[in-house]
């Protein structure tokens, strides 16, 4: 005879919790001229389209995309006159 094998909700719970944990995938960022120059768009698209200053947390939320991937595309849009900083914010220039 098979014996059943009593699992508390705490145990299904933890092991639960232990599987969704392992199949957390990263995503390794990518840094070319091309990738960056997409997502410096991806920013900028998002800034056009809120028509005001945002955080980098309030543009990775709009353009769906990591605020790593937000800080690359700032330095590319920085660095061709596009946007300006002013208290952590960035606008449009």
């Known amino acids: 005879m098979t014996e059943k094998k009593t699992v508390t909700v705490a145990e299904a719970a933890k092991k639960t919790?232990?599987?969704?944990?392992?199949?957390?995938?990263?995503?390794d960022l990518v840094i070319n001229a091309e990738s960056v120059g997409f997502r410096a768009g991806d920013v900028y698209q998002a800034l056009a389209?809120?028509?005001k200053d945002l955080?980098?947390?309030?543009?990775s939320k709009a353009a769906k995309i990591s605020s790593d991937e937000v800080?690359?595309?700032?330095?590319?849009?920085?660095?061709?006159?596009?946007?300006?900083?002013?208290?952590?914010?960035?606008?449009?220039?």
């Open 17 to 27: 919790t232990a599987t969704k944990k392992a199949s957390v995938k990263k995503v």
């Open 49 to 51: 389209a809120a028509n």
């Open 55 to 59: 955080k980098v947390a309030e543009i």
């Open 71 to 93: 800080l690359l595309g700032i330095g590319w849009l920085l660095k061709e006159g596009k946007i300006k900083v002013e208290e952590n914010l960035f606008t449009l220039a």
